[in-house]
């Protein structure tokens, strides 16, 4: 090549004057212009090739670069949940326990309520009267009937009437005073069998029902 090139310019060498200096004169040659073609296209090539080499190089290597990113990230997320797995296990299962919790304040908050009411009411007027009532409507056939009650629940009873129920068929009501038993309630003692109606025994029962309706 360096050859071919250089007889193309011995032709444009003139020796003037048996002077030793050479004098270039450029002249067109059609080989050179050919050449230099030749090298522009092939530069263009290596320029195209090379930016398309660095076009899919960038887009493999953002693609790469978002695979890793994304297990990294999913390997994170895996260590955050083998981590924190257990604990948020046992948040659920006390969270579990809570709701049986506060279904127990539930039912000792409505209790509560109830009893205050109750006692409230207590307060306010005698109801040993109707207490009685009702507890000797449920051992009618009785002859020997023991009514014990607080007692001034009796003092009261007695300044109203010396009978509190209307019956023919009890031939005897006995009533004893008792201290442990709260105004408001009493306790019937026959020979077929006893009612309790303390006021106490009767809070139970509805917080039994609370129990079981909540």
């Known amino acids: 090549m360096h050859e071919e090139i250089q007889r193309m310019f011995m032709s444009d060498i003139l020796r003037l004057n048996g002077n030793s200096k050479r004098l270039k004169i450029k002249v067109q040659n059609p080989g050179l212009n050919e050449y230099d073609s030749n090298n522009k296209i092939e530069d263009n090539y290596i320029q195209t090739n090379l930016q398309n080499y660095y076009d899919r190089g960038y887009t493999e290597g953002r693609e790469t670069a978002k695979d890793e990113i994304k297990r990294e990230f999913e390997k994170k997320i895996n260590e955050v949940i083998e981590k924190f797995g257990p604990i948020i296990e046992k948040i659920e299962n006390q969270a579990a326990g809570y709701g049986k919790i506060f279904e127990s304040l539930v039912i000792k908050l409505s209790f509560m309520i109830a009893e205050k009411l109750i006692r409230s009411e207590l307060s306010n007027k005698s109801i040993i009267k109707e207490t009685l009532q009702n507890s000797l409507k449920k051992v009618i056939g009785s002859n020997n009937i023991i009514v014990k009650l607080n007692p001034d629940d ?25 201290d442990s038993i709260e105004p408001g309630g009493c306790y019937v003692e026959t020979e077929i069998g006893n009612v309790d109606a303390r006021i106490s025994t009767q809070l139970d029962e509805l917080e039994k029902l609370l129990k079981e309706t909540l």
């Open 154 to 178: 009796l003092k009261t009873l007695n300044e109203k009437s010396n009978r509190v129920v209307q019956q023919g068929d009890l031939s005897q009501i006995k009533f004893e005073p008792d």
